[in-house]
């Protein structure tokens, strides 16, 4: 008997047994007739009652002989002294019972119903809150469904990381022709896990691949699966995966990894959190128990691959590990080439300019640049966007916002026009150095008071140490030019001696460039997902006092040999150095021409010197 019949059957018996209990209580309410308890009495004292039974409040008598149609007197019960006391006057006597049922409810149920109602509703803004949802949701997968329509976005979306596009393609393939793969014997990777700096377009690539395969995209953050109640998230990560399987073919995209796949054990100091564990201990099980010949492949996305499990990275989960990383130049134009499809740009501009001004951006930063690009535009009233919005929209991202109302005196202007032309002069006189784009004395962000931009011509990935050494005599050179101008030192030069000192310890101690100490790198190798400030990575040197004492020599050696190096190239130049910083007081700011037309006659005799020197388009204060 299936369960649909079980129900039937027990409804008819809860049926039958209420009309017999119906039944009952009209029998007995048709045969009773109720009385005061004088006619009880007087009844009694003819003899017409033949029994009586007696409860605590009522007494009721069975008649003799029925009276019409009644054969049950009953009546409410009297004390015998008072009844006794009231048989003397022939008078008709009863006694009201009084109904305590609205006392009691308002006594015992009413405050437990208001007590249980409040919890009830405080748990539920919480949950909702949390995103829980009900009592009977709190192991359901909050993950949202997407189908091919409701992601909007295909691989003509994605551009700069075609690699990565590449690799996913064959996920796609699979997704549409799984019988071709399994032809030979071969089976698709059960994981993809998409690994690189924020921004670079990991969850976008996940969207593409389920837009172009039209199949159930279910997206979760990994930090969705941890709740407050134990074994809640391991509860999810089985409901995900049993709603994926219903659904197959079909993605499982998880985003932001790290947060549910750190490695188990690690930070332990920190306290533990088996919550967490046993949440990825699930998703482990998971990955293990699915066939992907069904059409199921997880996706993941992550920027700190190196904190992940060890068993999530194995062979049999996340077979295949796909790097989105920064685009290059070209990538740049071609993410340019996406996000100005909606824009009027104007005729002349060429996105090459453009992407030459923004290296190291993401596909995020680029975004966000041709939105700032059109703003500015649209608060000049302009009809198109030109590259000079452009140029201003990278100011404000790299530098910071202007600050029209902060005021410097006469003295500090004149300190940090020397300051910045000393970055340019320097820049401009090595043979092979980035263009300069531009140079301003407009205070912009927290604290600059000027910046330099230099624009590189083309994307690098190794430097030498003479481009090092290149790089920190540029970074010294605002120092250099006030200590030439004004025989003092200022606290401008803060952040340039921050930067310059930093490069200088990575010659040292990592790249091995001091040919005293040797090819040893005596600081590991950072991780660069993270895009930690020099002042947040850990300081692990490793070598005996003696060691260290060199270090710090040769460190303060190629600093004070940057300094001296900009130093000469300014005082050769010294002339130029005034022109320069004259110009700028007048105009704040110097475009490329302006710079170039200003310094014809620099001349620095750098034939030793001849190699490129790359430096990023960002603030040098």
């Known amino acids: 008997m299936d369960k649909k019949h079980t129900w039937n059957m027990v409804y008819w018996i809860v049926a039958l047994m209420l009309l017999l209990y119906l039944q009952d209580v009209w029998q007995n309410a048709s045969q009773a007739q109720i009385v005061p308890y004088s006619e009880f009495e007087k009844a009694l004292a003819k003899g017409n009652v033949d029994s009586v039974t007696v409860s605590d409040r009522t007494i009721t008598g069975k008649l003799k002989a029925p009276v019409g149609t009644k054969t049950i007197l009953v009546a409410t019960l009297i004390e015998p002294g008072l009844a006794a006391r009231l048989d003397k006057y022939d008078v008709p006597y ?41 009592f009977m949701s709190i192991g359901k997968s909050n993950a949202k ?52 700096p924020p921004g670079t377009g990991k969850t976008l690539l996940a969207k593409a691949v389920a837009g172009e395969a039209g199949v159930p995209f279910f997206s979760m953050s990994g930090s969705e699966f941890v709740e407050m109640f134990v074994g809640v998230g391991a509860a999810r990560v089985r409901d995900l995966f049993e709603q994926a399987r219903q659904r197959a073919p079909a993605i499982i995209f998880i985003d932001e990894l790290d947060a549910l796949g750190r490695a188990r054990g690690a930070f332990s100091h920190f306290g533990g959190h ?10 482990l099980s998971e990955m293990d128990g699915f066939d992907s010949s069904v059409g199921l492949i997880i996706l993941s996305a992550t920027n700190r691959p190196e904190i992940l499990d060890p068993a999530l990275l194995r062979a049999g989960r996340f077979d295949r590990q796909v790097l989105v990383d920064r685009p290059d ?38 975004a966000n640049l041709v939105n700032e690009a059109t703003l500015v535009a649209t608060r000049r009233k302009a009809d198109l966007v030109t590259l000079p919005d452009f140029t201003a929209a990278v100011e404000r991202i790299v530098a910071g916002l202007e600050h029209k109302t902060r005021v410097l005196n006469t003295k500090e202007r004149e300190a940090v026009a020397f300051h910045e032309m000393g970055h340019a002069l320097v820049a401009l006189a090595q043979k092979g150095a980035d263009p300069v784009h531009k140079v301003s004395i407009i205070p912009r962000g927290i604290g600059a008071l000027g910046y330099t931009i230099q ?11 003479p481009e090092l050494e290149q790089k920190i005599a540029v970074l010294l050179a605002g120092r250099a030019a006030e200590k030439l101008a004004f025989n003092v030192l200022s606290t401008g030069a803060a952040d340039d001696l921050a930067k310059a000192s930093d490069l200088a310890r990575d010659m040292v101690v990592r790249y091995g460039m001091n040919e005293d100490l040797g090819y040893v790198a005596f600081d590991p190798q950072r991780q660069q997902m993270l ?32 300094f001296e190096r900009a130093l000469a190239i300014l005082k050769a130049n010294r002339a130029v150095l005034e022109r320069g910083a004259r110009a700028l007081l007048e105009k704040e700011t110097l475009d490329e021409a302006a710079i170039h037309a200003l310094a014809l006659d620099l001349h620095w005799d750098d034939a030793e010197h001849t190699l490129h020197l790359i430096l990023p388009a960002n603030e040098l204060a």
């Open 94 to 134: 009863t006694r009201v019972v009084e109904s305590t049922l609205l006392r009691d409810l308002f006594s015992w149920i009413l405050p437990a119903l208001v007590i249980f109602g409040l919890w009830f509703f405080l748990f539920r803004s919480f949950a909702e809150k949390q995103g829980m949802g009900g």
């Open 145 to 196: 469904i997407y189908v091919q329509t409701d992601t909007g976005v295909t691989f003509a979306d994605v551009a700069g990381v075609d690699e990565a596009r590449y690799e996913l393609e064959e996920v796609v393939d699979f997704l549409k022709h799984p019988q071709e793969y399994s032809r030979l014997g071969a089976h698709i990777p059960k994981g993809v896990l998409l690994v690189g």
């Open 531 to 562: 895009d930690l400030n020099n002042v947040m990575a850990p300081n692990n040197i490793r070598a005996s006092e003696d060691t260290l004492r060199r270090i710090d020599d040769a460190i303060r050696g190629i600093v004070m040999d940057g």
């Open 455 to 465: 624009r590189p011509s083309e994307d690098r990935y190794l430097m030498t140490r």
């Open 329 to 366: 130049r070209k990538g740049r134009i071609d993410i340019l080439k996406v996000h100005v499809r909606k824009i009027k740009l104007d005729a002349a501009l060429k996105l090459d300019e453009v992407a030459g001004l923004t290296p190291g951006f993401s596909g995020a930063d680029l």
């Open 274 to 283: 088996d919550e967490k564990e046993q949440t990825l201990n699930q998703l």
